[in-house]
């Protein structure tokens, strides 16, 4: 079974609007860690946010929050006020403690933001 | 510190030939890893370094991959007799002790085997 599922494969948005991507996770692990990269068409990884399993807040860095609904096992990036610049593939990611801090990926959403 | 460097960022070659990629972590993190990202996945863990100890590998490095960290610093990933499965994007990322999760990553080596 998937660890990671992001069922969106593509999102449109206009600009200056909010999107939601989704995520959904499983594991065992009462201990775990959430994440979402951005990935330009450049390629490089760019870290976004992070949702620790205890956290008891939603995260939020800047534009982006992460609405972690536990007991769904989600984890939903929310983009508010997106910018033409946020046009890339999205990735939700695990890390489980029982996993040197790997990260398992989900398979990504692409976000297209237009004017 | 410009962040974490890889080299080559494309590669070509042929079936059978053997190739070697290069990391660059950024300079304080101890902790380093391989991802292999094919075309319309996610990256996936190839294997792990903390220092210059491999400490884990995925069941997707098969023995045609080898991984090294000889001095706790860069690392190589080399692929020997290349098949056109291994075409994809090679992806290295680093963190620091203090604070795993937090992995930075590298622009990638793409990898295209004819």
Redesign the interface.
């Known amino acids: 079974a998937q660890k990671?599922t992001q069922t969106q494969p593509g999102m449109f948005v206009q600009e200056k609007e909010a999107v939601t991507l989704d995520c959904t996770y499983d594991t065992s692990d009462q201990s775990y860690?959430l994440?979402w990269?951005k990935q330009p068409s450049?390629?490089?990884?760019?870290?976004l946010i992070?949702q620790g399993s205890y956290d008891e807040q939603n995260a939020t860095e800047g534009r982006y929050s992460l609405n972690f609904q536990k007991a769904r096992k989600s984890a939903n990036l929310v983009i508010s006020a997106s910018q033409l610049g946020d046009s890339a593939m999205y990735?939700c990611?695990m890390?489980e403690v029982s996993?040197?801090?790997?990260?398992?990926?989900?398979?990504?959403t692409m976000l297209l933001v237009s004017p | 510190d410009t962040g974490v460097s890889q080299n080559p960022r494309h590669k070509i070659t042929k079936r059978g030939q053997n190739v070697t990629f290069r990391c660059d972590p950024i300079s304080e993190h101890n902790r380093l890893y391989w991802y292999r990202q094919t075309l319309g996945q996610g990256p996936e863990f190839l294997t792990y370094f903390q220092n210059e100890a491999q400490l884990e590998k995925s069941r997707l490095l098969s023995d045609r991959f080898s991984a090294e960290r000889p001095k706790g610093s860069f690392s190589t990933l080399e692929i020997q007799r290349t098949e056109q499965g291994d075409s994809a994007m090679y992806l290295c990322a680093s963190s620091f002790d203090r604070t795993p999760f937090e992995q930075y990553f590298g622009p990638g080596t793409r990898l295209t085997v004819t």
């Open positions: 990671i860690g994440f990269y450049s390629g490089e990884m760019i870290f992070y990735f990611a890390r996993g040197y801090s790997t990260l398992t990926f989900g398979k990504g």
